[in-house]
Structure formats: structure tokens, C-alpha cells
């Protein structure tokens, strides 16, 4: 059964550091691509990193470009988001996923086989 549990997140001030943790069963995390999105209230999924699972390139979007890091653990199965300089706007619910087919970098989450459970990051003082 193919499953993405994700960990970590919760409450964090302004300027902190917070990392996710999305760990695959079922498949081989490393052969496909793995994309982060998020979803403030009110506002649409964004699609905001992925790394390729067929080069591990990466990407980021602009607004996190420099503050996120994304990494692979292939021993634990694990991809992790590593987020830095946190601000009030990156308030959201992260969603990691995993996509199947193409293993290309691929940031539109309509095309995403697999889904995280999500879990909420709050920056605030």
C-alpha cells in the first residue's frame, strides 16, 4: 500500500526554522518526484517545491527561493523540507506528494498520484 506520512510543523515565531518530514511506504520515494505545496485559508493550493526523481534537481518558488531547502534521506525513505527565515505569510497547510509517471519537476499538484495527511505551520510572535 502505497502511503506518505508527513511529520513536523506546528507553531514558530517570525525568523524560525521548522523542517517536514514526508516518509514513503509502499515505493521508493527516491525514484519519483516529490513536490511540497501548501494552502493558506482562503487562498489556493500553491505548489511551492519538488525535486525530480529522475536527476534530484529541485525547485522552488520564487517566494521561498533562498529560505527552503529540499532533501532526500534514501536510507529512511524520506524527504524533508527544510524551512529557514519563517514569516507570517508562510502560514499554511504543507502538503507533501508524490508523483509517478513523468519523475520530471512538476509543479502543478493536478498531476500528483499521491498525498501526504498535511500538517499545519504557523508563524507568529
Known amino acids: 500500500q502505497v502511503q506518505l506520512v508527513q511529520s513536523g510543523g506546528g507553531l514558530v515565531q517570525p525568523g524560525g526554522s521548522l523542517r517536514l518530514s514526508c516518509a514513503a511506504s509502499?515505493?521508493?520515494?527516491?525514484?519519483?518526484?516529490i513536490g511540497w505545496f501548501r494552502q493558506a485559508p482562503g487562498k489556493e493550493r500553491e505548489g511551492i517545491s519538488c525535486i525530480s526523481g529522475s536527476d534530484g534537481s529541485t525547485y522552488f518558488t520564487d517566494s521561498v527561493k533562498g529560505r527552503f531547502t529540499i532533501s532526500r534521506d534514501n536510507a529512511k525513505n524520506t524527504v524533508y523540507l527544510q524551512m529557514n527565515s519563517l514569516k507570517p505569510e508562510d502560514t499554511a497547510v504543507y502538503y507533501c506528494a508524490a508523483e509517478t509517471r513523468s519523475r520530471r519537476i512538476l509543479i502543478d499538484g493536478a498531476l500528483y498520484d499521491y498525498w501526504g495527511q498535511g500538517t499545519q505551520v504557523t508563524v507568529s510572535s
Open positions: 509502499g515505493f521508493r520515494l527516491d525514484y519519483y518526484t
